[in-house]
């Protein structure tokens, strides 16, 4: 449970993939399309190198990795297409991610969205379920010049909710996403997933099952 002594949390800030929804999920079947088609696997030792990378970043790392011909730009507009045309059909939340917005809203608590996917797949993404209207603010890939795990993109959603730090939760599935967030000096949760469940989450002092897990509320005092 949060301290007494610790600043009241005045905002929290959402990762956006494999922490709102299933889009590694659809993340990995893009890759296994796009990698297949040219001889190769995309493996789990891959998928952890990328995760949480903008999407210049990982497409980078894919290329370097399988030794592709393609330019990132060949890649990324491959991928895009692909991701457009599986997500309306795949695409779920994560478990207590509706409930957990619901509670955030009646308790008047400012929000936001920090994700490392480029403007384009945010917007899909949160289309489909009508939910960028409910955030303060959405920052991509395209805000920072140093992606995660650079603490650059969750200083930002400091300043722009013109708060310190420490009185922002940030909420995050992946090592990459949670040492931003750690190094910003925000309080952070990690929820892994089944892609980043059993990783070694030792930098962040909250662990959560899942965003239905009392500790987020608690930190918030929500309860």
């Given at each position: ?85 599986l997500l309306p059909q795949q695409i779920e939340m994560m478990p207590g991610l509706a409930e957990l917005l619901g509670s955030l809203e009646q308790a008047s608590i400012p929000m936001a969205v920090a994700t490392s996917s480029a403007p384009q797949f945010a917007d899909l993404a949160l289309g489909c379920f009508d939910l960028k209207p409910r955030f303060d603010f ?86």
């Amino acid at each position: 449970m949060a301290s007494s002594t610790n600043p009241a949390i005045k905002a929290v800030v959402f990762d956006m993939d494999g922490l709102m929804f299933n889009t590694e999920d659809i993340y990995d079947l893009v890759g296994q399309a796009v990698l297949s088609k040219r001889g190769h696997q995309f493996t789990a030792e891959l998928k952890h190198k990328m995760m949480g990378l903008r999407s210049h970043e990982a497409l980078t790392t894919m290329i370097d990795h399988c030794g592709l011909n393609d330019s990132v730009e060949e890649i990324e507009s491959e991928s895009y297409e692909l991701f457009g045309r599986l997500l309306p059909q795949q695409i779920e939340m994560m478990p207590g991610l509706a409930e957990l917005l619901g509670s955030l809203e009646q308790a008047s608590i400012p929000m936001a969205v920090a994700t490392s996917s480029a403007p384009q797949f945010a917007d899909l993404a949160l289309g489909c379920f009508d939910l960028k209207p409910r955030f303060d603010f959405v920052l991509t890939s395209q805000d920072v010049v140093r992606g995660k795990p650079e603490p650059e993109i969750y200083l930002l959603a400091s300043e722009r909710f013109a708060i310190a730090p420490n009185e922002m939760l940030v909420l995050e599935d992946s090592i990459t996403g949670t040492t931003a967030a750690v190094r910003s000096g925000a309080v952070t949760v990690a929820v892994p997933n089944i892609h980043t469940v059993g990783l070694d989450f030792s930098h962040v002092e909250f662990v959560a099952d899942t965003l239905y897990d009392p500790i987020i509320k608690q930190l918030v005092r929500l309860v």
